[in-house]
């Protein structure tokens, strides 16, 4: 599995996209060794990359537990005088495989959107046509729909049943087979020398038959027990750093340091940015567009928690990204001064370390983390365990609050990824604004957003009116302006869009401005600002309907384009512009 993943990860890398880990599988040292994670499990440590020096256990480097290398302050080597690297997260490797190696391990990688089709493609190179299907999906029938069903079936015949049979109906109903689907990047490999109908039946998906894509008929928790599970999913981190490697020349991953404080006071407050938060509709901080932490939630949290060191934000994307475990349950605990952020459960592997630093036995904290982590809750001899070693009150009643949680190796990678586009912001803010609009702002508007900050003032206001009765494509427009509010009182600015330079899709930065991409003027899909960048190469256009023809751009949409000066001055129909001449 390992081998797998690592020639994934490598042509990934080879073709010039970074691969971002999901899961447990950064509890693995083996798996950060080979290149699967960037995620090194080990404890807080120095070494030196010149002469091997390394420290593990001084007494500056334990009180360091639990956190994170980056946490560390700098220190020069003292046998050969070379600053030392700092690193490892402090993550048990038991999250990945239990403490008898018995938990099924998984391994999840997270490639941009733009290449995931290409490393699903690259399974069948690495296993031979037709050992590798897509995990199919199965969508069951849900109690509203099947109540639906039933009630219609006996209204059609007249028949007049009462609620108790009628939901009697509905639960013999409930969790039948629907439709079928496919995973989003769940790939089955069969073992050589067999068939897969020795698993399961193979189709195309009921949602799509049309695709040339061969599903699993049975998804794959039914048969993952027998059959080897990747995951291949697409994520628009790695998307945005390739975006920003090729603006601006650097290594990602070598080049950022991740113990930067003007990275680390985003999440403090706005200096790094050298606004106010005045500047920014009050928002306090600088997360705003950062990958975990941008949200309102996130940034709440943020607030309430005042983070001083990586690690913590690492605890953060925890607490963010589990269900139960920060509502009603770590923020009352923080708030009532029973936990901090370093002592309040973030991820799943906290209560494992914990209880086996209460003097649980190891099998049994890994089980009740298994329990707590799933929603399952506590069992009363747990409790009474749990008790008996001097575990308190709050720290019960919180592992019964909990529903789902991360394990620390996922919020780890995220944050990682996060930490880079966060560097970006401080240190490359065109960049950064340049690689946000084009890859994530799905609610930008040229019109709304790139006139001016007077304008996008005047509208951030309307919607903030609004703001209860915002549909989803409001929202995410409301978010993208507020991006802009803070690239605005940056001192950055956009430049109108030229019709014969600008891209399809990407923003790019032109003279210390940013010229925004076709695709944001309301309106005009991707598809259809790839046809216009396409008519371009053919010429100048000779007039509106000239556009028209050559682009297929509608009316309406020229109309706009039109209005917000971006047709220059061509005449309405090329016809008229030869009776001007006359
Ligand atoms: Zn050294």
Known sequence: MYIIAQKLVWKSNEDGYLVGSRGSVGSSFVAYLSGITEVNSLSPHYYCTSCHYYDFDSEEVKQFSGMAGCDMPDRVCPVCGRPLEKDGFDIPFETFLGFKGDKEPDIDLNFSGEYQSKAH?????????????????????????????????????????????????????????RTTGQHPGGIIVLPHGEEIYSFTPVQRPANDMTTMTVTTHFDYHSIDHNLLKLDILGHDDPTMIRMLQDLIGFDPVKDIPLDSKEVMSLFQNTSALKITPEDIGGCKLGALGVPEFGTDFAMQMLIDTQPKYFSDLVRIAGLAHGTDVWLGNAQALIQEGKATI?????????????LISMGIEEGLSFSIMESVRKGKGLKPEWEEEMTAHGVPDWYIWSCKKIKYMFPKAHAAAYVMMAWRIAYCKVFYPLAYYASFFSIRANGFSYELMCQGRDKLEYYLADYRKRIDTLSKKEQDTLRDMRIVQEMYARGFDFMPIDIYRAKARHFQIIDGKLMPSLSSIDGLGEKAADAVVDSVKDGAFLSREDFRNRTKVSKTVCDLMGDLGLLFELPESNQLSLFDLG
């Open 342 to 354: 370093q002592t309040a459960i973030c991820t799943r592997d906290d209560i494992m370390v914990y």
């Open 121 to 177: 493609d690259y399974t069948e190179v690495i296993f031979g046509k037709g050992q590798t299907f897509r995990a199919g999906t199965i969508g069951t029938l849900a109690d509203k729909t099947a109540f639906g069903y039933v009630k219609n079936y006996y209204e059609e015949r007249g028949v007049r049943k009462r609620n108790c049979e009628i939901s009697r109906i509905v639960q013999g109903c409930v969790g039948v087979r």
